[in-house]
């Protein structure tokens, strides 16, 4: 298997969505990069810049209704290569967190649609506030910050005390990172990236709206009942044991059973459990 079969394998065609949103993310930098190569050598017109103008978000809704796609691809493209090497290792890490508890599925719906409601507010700012009155016609968004901000707080809202180890820093809450990163993006917007910071504002917002959404439908969906474990805080988890006759007998569980089976969870997932195990989690849940 060469270099590129190894890629499209791993990523482009990996089961996880997390793998492949950033294999399509590295595939459109890569792509772009090679254009303004082939441009240079050949001393032409930037072709790269041609081209991505149709796929870049713009901030007027004139020129939006022109390439309404861009929506989605300016999610998908980036400036640099330190903007795409940082939203992707926030976004690998966070993600797979993500990932192990709701699914490809779930991840992608927050990583898209965060990224959409994200360029919305972009556009919407640009239109509204007079302080962008003067660069609005050359202004446009690329990056994956809002999509990937809205996965940090969806997994934030979803898991608000899972501890992650960062470099100089140690372990952190997931929620004290969210709450860090959204405080940072919005003292930010008078100092530069103005639109940038509002869209990753407002792509964090859609995580954590969209996490509570889910919230709603825990009881009448059955794919998301094992969430109600994730929702309750240790201390607080019960099983009830209902008995053969009118009365009901109610028995905690000890606090070394319930951390086995959550520390599972964190290592193989929610799979992995016991019939046992799951009926443990769900009957807990309950109370």
């Keep these: 298997m060469n270099l590129f079969q190894e890629f499209k394998q791993n990523y482009l065609y990996s089961s996880n969505a997390v793998n492949k949103i950033i294999g399509i993310n590295v595939l459109v930098y890569l792509f772009f990069a090679l254009l303004g190569v082939v441009s240079f050598l050949l001393n032409i017109t930037n072709i790269a810049d041609q081209i991505s103008y149709w796929f870049t978000l713009p901030a007027t809704l004139k020129v939006f209704i022109t390439k309404p796609w861009s929506i989605i691809t300016y999610m998908f493209m980036h400036s640099g290569f330190f903007h795409l090497l940082f939203n992707m290792l926030w976004f690998y890490w966070i993600g797979n967190i993500l990932h192990e508890y709701l699914g490809s599925k779930r991840v992608i719906y927050a990583y898209v649609l965060g990224g959409i409601f994200g360029g919305l507010f972009y556009m919407l700012s640009y239109n509204i506030f007079p302080v962008f009155e003067t660069i609005r016609l050359t202004s446009s968004a690329v990056g994956a910050s809002a999509g990937v ?20 820093i140690g372990n952190v809450k997931l929620k004290w990172l969210a709450l860090v990163i959204i405080i940072i993006d919005l003292i930010s917007i008078p ?17 954590l709206f969209y996490i509570r959404s889910l919230y709603k439908n825990i009881n009448i969906n059955p794919q998301f009942t094992k969430l109600t474990s994730m929702f309750s805080k240790k201390s607080n ?9 009118s009365s009901n007998t109610t028995n905690k569980p000890s606090e070394e059973e319930i951390n086995k089976i959550l520390d599972k969870i964190t290592q193989s997932g929610y799979d992995s459990l016991t019939v046992k195990e799951k009926n443990i989690l769900f009957k807990a849940s309950k109370d």
């Design 191 to 207: 100092t530069g990236n103005s639109g940038g910071h509002i869209a990753h504002i407002a792509g964090g917002m859609f995580g």
């Design 149 to 168: 901000l809205s996965v940090i707080v969806a997994t934030a809202t979803l898991l608000p005390n899972y501890e992650i180890q960062l470099l100089l």
């Design 237 to 245: 988890l019960k099983v009830i044991h209902k008995g053969s006759g």
